[in-house]
């Protein structure tokens, strides 16, 4: 057993945010590699109609335990769900269940935040920013704690182009911000909210920004890191090659670029995609538990787990390897051919729109009325274009991380873990983007669509009729605008007679004439 995996076996460890896309992959690796742990403790709700059993439930039946259940066959005696919800000013955890966190709990791992980036600014400050306080809180009384991981983002400076592993001042204090939630009305928080986020694109970043001063100014004594990911994507090996289980991130992009929904997307194309598998963040974030337990830093230690600084791949590059993977595994039942077009100003990117998303669907809803059904594409393209206009800050803007912290700490490793840790950061050498690109596209293709692997053929034969119709409509079209010139146009007319007569002119070269 490696020294970081051995450091884990009988300690207990909270973990919040399980149920989502980093946390489940945490925990599973914690389970895999340090099997003899104590306890997981997973702060948890119950959501859409599931009990916390049952979620848990769901957790260890995926495809992501498989492993873990060979290896550690009790490993649902060791997890413990804790009723609680991060909303709630108190957490809603019951009294019991709080003391036996305060005093067993060794490690934490703060994982929960909302993600979105439309959330309402009180939302997203009482989960992102009043939840983190209330955690450092919990754990300034927890008796044998050791460490206290944080997980931020990269992006929570992302007004800078350069980002240290500091943590950067906010021009309003937490504590204030935190304050006037409280008594200032919806109306009245939409009104200042842009002048709050400053250069900053949503409230997700801004009260990332805001839960990392939280983290140094309330942390006390405690042992304190925080991991500040990229864009995190499917996983590159671990539990296996292309684990992913939400649309998040360019996941649901990749999917309506597959399905032939997204036609076009504005984009710098020489903007750097800074996309880290889930299970570098994974790694690193383990390791950093270690280090923060076994070696005490004197201050707040901030990990950048991003990719660019080793390789960096354009979006450009990203692009041309995610179409280059949808040849070889192509989703079922596509709307149209994948395929996409950067755009890069105002006007090439609304006349695409116009073009490649609006008329398609508008043509495919009369299609459907026609037949009697209910009209849907337009309202999707509308959502699709909305999520764009989300994401297109990201693709839009490059950033330079530095990474001496996470350098640091792969050189404290024993050389078992940094084989581990080294392993995991290749497809930051260039060519293990198309590999990792293309697990990535069969990892979507199976967890997330559910789609048989069998099905490949047909998916194929579907897109070659396609192409087919595709060019058929094209000829249709060019014949049609051609007629309709040659009846109205002099120009046009003799061009065509030119055309026409062309091979004519030849004839005295060929043989038959001779
Ligand atoms: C020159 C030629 C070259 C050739 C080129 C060829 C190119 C060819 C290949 C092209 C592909 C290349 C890839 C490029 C990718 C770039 C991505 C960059 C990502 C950057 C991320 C930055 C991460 C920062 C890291 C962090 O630190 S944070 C973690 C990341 N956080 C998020 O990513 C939350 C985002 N999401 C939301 O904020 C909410 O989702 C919300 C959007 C408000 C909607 O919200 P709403 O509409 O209310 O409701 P939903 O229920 O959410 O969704 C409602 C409906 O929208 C859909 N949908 C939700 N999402 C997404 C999504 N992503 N993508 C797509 N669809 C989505 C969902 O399918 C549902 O459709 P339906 O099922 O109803 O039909
Ligand atoms: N994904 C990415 O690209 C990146 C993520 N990060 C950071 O990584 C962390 C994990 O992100 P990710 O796994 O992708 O996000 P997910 O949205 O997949 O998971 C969010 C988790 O937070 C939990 N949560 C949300 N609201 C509450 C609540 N009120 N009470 C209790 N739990 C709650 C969710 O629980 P439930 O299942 O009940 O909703 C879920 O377990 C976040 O801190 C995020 O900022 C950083 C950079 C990039």
């Not at 909303?87 to 993600?115: P, R, W, Y």
């Not at 026609?370 to 206009?389: A, E, F, H, V, Y």
């Not at 330079?400 to 996470?406: M, Q």
Request: net charge positive; proline share 5%; charged share 20%.
């Amino acid at each position: 057993m490696s020294m970081v995996a051995a450091f884990y076996s009988n300690k207990s460890i909270l973990i919040t945010g399980a149920t989502g896309f980093l946390g489940k992959v945490l925990m599973e690796k914690l389970f895999r590699t340090s099997p003899q742990l104590k306890v997981i403790y997973i702060l948890i709700r119950p959501k859409a109609g599931q009990t916390l059993q049952e979620r848990v439930f769901q957790i260890l039946n995926s495809k992501l335990f498989e492993k873990v259940k060979e290896i550690c066959p009790n490993v649902h005696e060791k997890i413990r769900p804790i009723s609680a919800d991060l909303n709630q000013s108190d957490l809603a955890i019951s009294k019991e269940d709080m003391q036996e966190l305060l005093s067993g709990t060794n490690i934490v791992f703060h994982c929960a935040a909302t993600v979105r980036f439309d959330a309402h600014l009180r939302e997203a400050v009482q989960l992102n920013v009043i939840a983190t306080q209330k955690l450092l809180l919990m754990a300034s009384q927890m008796s044998k704690l050791e460490a206290f991981i944080h997980i931020s983002t990269a992006f929570s400076n992302c007004n800078l182009k350069r980002i240290d592993e500091v943590i950067y001042p906010c021009p309003v204090e937490p504590r204030k911000i935190i304050d006037s939630m409280e008594w200032l009305d919806d109306a009245i928080i939409d009104e200042i909210t842009p002048k709050l986020i400053g250069d900053r694109p949503n409230t997700y970043t801004y009260t990332k920004a805001l839960g990392e001063m939280v983290i140094h100014q309330e942390s006390g004594n405690l042992n304190v890191a925080i991991i500040r990911p990229s864009i995190v994507g499917a996983s590159w090996q671990e539990p296996f090659p292309g684990w992913i289980d939400n649309i998040n991130g360019p996941s649901g992009l990749i999917i309506a670029s597959g399905k032939g929904f997204l036609r076009s997307l504005r984009a710098t194309p020489m903007a750097i995609a800074d996309v880290i598998p889930v299970d570098t963040v994974v790694n690193l974030t383990i390791a950093v538990g270690w280090y923060t337990a076994v070696h005490r830093p004197k201050s707040t230690l901030i990990y950048h787990s991003t990719s660019g600084n080793l390789n960096p791949c354009l979006w450009h590059d990203m692009g041309l390897k995610v179409l280059a993977a949808f040849e070889k595994i192509p989703f079922e039942r596509a709307f149209r051919r994948p395929y996409v077009d950067f755009t890069t100003n105002n006007f090439t990117t609304q006349y695409w729109n116009a073009v490649s998303h609006w008329a398609p669907a508008i043509i495919y809803d009369f299609y459907l009325r026609l037949t009697g059904r209910k009209p849907r594409m337009l309202k999707l393209m509308n959502r699709l274009l909305r999520t764009i206009s989300m994401l297109e800050y990201f693709i839009n803007h490059s950033w330079e991380w530095s990474t001496n912290n996470t350098e640091m700490l792969l050189s404290e490793l024993s050389p078992e873990d940094q084989r581990v840790s080294m392993e995991v950061r290749q497809p930051s050498h260039a060519n293990h983007w198309l590999e990792y690109i293309e697990n990535y596209v069969l990892g979507i293709k199976k967890y997330l669509l559910k789609e048989d692997l069998a099905g490949i053929p047909k998916a194929k034969e579907h897109l070659r009729r396609l192409r087919n119709i595709h060019y058929l409509f094209n000829t249709a079209l060019f014949l049609i605008v051609w007629r309709l010139l040659i009846a109205r146009s002099q120009t046009a007319r003799n061009v065509w007679f030119l055309i026409m007569t062309c091979p004519l002119r030849q004839e005295p070269k060929s043989p038959a004439r001779r």
